[in-house]
């Protein structure tokens, strides 16, 4: 009996319920509190980007950009590490020291895909002219995918469209061993033609803007190929044929030495200025102003800029930051100078800032939508 008189319960005694009540009031609390875990995990940490995969092209849930598991390493240390954000520094030193460790070993591992690939585009013709002119079904856009050589996670993404990651020297890996042989090699360039060939309409047109237009190029006494006419020339193999090819060249040439360059595809479509060009926004020189703004989303549209004259160039490489431009422009190619000790020589008195100014340039051309590209 307890102190009022009651039997007692030897149930109560020492626990207050017997086992099988306990056991299924603590599964109780534990069904509670895994799903309070599960609710914080979502509010606090929640899911990467959905990844939704047709067709073997990857196509993301949200627009913005995500650079290469590579790229977010060196941007994450690029100032406190690596020192980007100093002059002159040696732009080549990740590629060549092994002292980097694991990072050293992951940009060879990248710059040995890049030479498969590389070589892959070069042997690549898909022997269409014009991929607008015929039914661009899955299979055909498809057909264009050469990223499979690329293992999962070495490729930077501009919303739906891979590129390459943004790396120093900000051109083809092999230039930190032979210079001259690769200082205006642009097989280190990365195009995501599946996925072009996707976004593009019949209706779409194809607009190749070269402002720094010059046709000759030379190393000493042998004559090298022109690097834009290079680009115009992979586009070419997969079907992409330019509705307008639109030159702005400041040097005055001939006309005849002029036309004379020209790839006989090209003489259709191209339009020849022998004017330089201007950043003013209000200028007719500004081919921003004055030919991009008649261009619709659905268009096409690459724009290489390389005039060698940075008081021109950063102007217009940061008006593409800004709408309608960053609407407007899918492709861009740049060759931003800055002083960097490999390529001090060739760029001299040209050269401003440090090579943190150039990667923090590209990545927000890249965060606006834009596929640019470090250009030769």
């Known amino acids: 009996m307890d102190s009022w008189g009651r039997p007692l319960d030897i149930r109560r005694i020492g626990g207050g319920f017997d086992k099988p009540q306990r056991r299924n009031r603590l599964y109780v609390w534990f069904i509670l509190v895994v799903f309070v875990v599960q609710q914080c995990n979502f509010f606090f ?18 627009n913005s950009y995500q650079p290469s598991v590579l790229e977010s390493n060196v941007m994450n240390r690029s100032r406190s590490l690596f020192h980007y954000d100093q002059i002159d520094i040696d732009e080549c030193d990740l590629y060549l020291n092994k002292s980097w460790g694991s990072m050293h ?14 070589l892959a585009v070069k042997e690549f013709n898909i022997g269409i002219a014009d991929i607008r002119s015929v039914d661009r079904n899955v299979n055909l856009c498809e057909s264009l995918d050469l990223l499979h050589l690329f293992e999962d996670g070495f490729l930077s993404r501009v919303n739906d469209i891979l590129v390459e990651p ?43 803007f070269d402002l720094g237009a010059s046709l000759q190029y030379h190393s000493g006494r042998k ?64 081919p921003l102003n004055s030919i991009l703004r008649s261009m619709k989303e659905d268009d096409l549209v690459v724009l ?53 100014d150039s990667l923090d340039l590209f990545t927000d051309l890249r965060k606006a939508g834009i596929s640019a590209h470090s250009w030769v």
């Open 45 to 62: 940490f929640p899911y990467p980007t959905e990844v939704m995969v047709v067709h073997n092209v990857k196509q993301f849930a949200s």
């Open 105 to 118: 070993g992951t940009y060879h591992k990248y710059s040995e895909m890049l030479g498969n690939y590389s």
């Open 166 to 208: 943004l790396l120093p020297p900000m051109r083809h890996p092999s230039f930190c061993e032979h210079r001259r042989k690769f200082s205006l090699n642009i097989d280190y360039l990365v195009h995501d033609f599946a996925s072009i060939c996707k976004n593009m309409k019949q209706t779409s047109r194809t607009v190749f």
């Open 223 to 286: 004559r090298r190929a022109n690097p834009a006419l290079s680009l115009v020339d992979v586009y070419k193999r997969f079907g992409i044929k330019f509705d307008h090819y639109y030159a702005f060249e400041h040097t005055k040439l001939p006309s005849d030495e002029v036309f004379e360059n020209i790839p006989p595809n090209l003489l259709p479509s191209y339009h020849w200025f022998n004017v330089g060009v201007k950043s003013d926004l209000s200028s007719k020189l500004n």
């Open 304 to 356: 290489k800029l390389d005039i060698d004259t940075p008081a021109i160039e950063l102007p217009l490489a940061h008006q593409l930051l800004k709408e309608p431009f960053s609407k407007l422009v899918d492709q861009f190619y740049f060759e931003h100078h800055v002083r960097m000790k490999g390529l001090l020589y060739y760029w001299r008195q040209t050269a401003i800032g440090s090579l943190q």
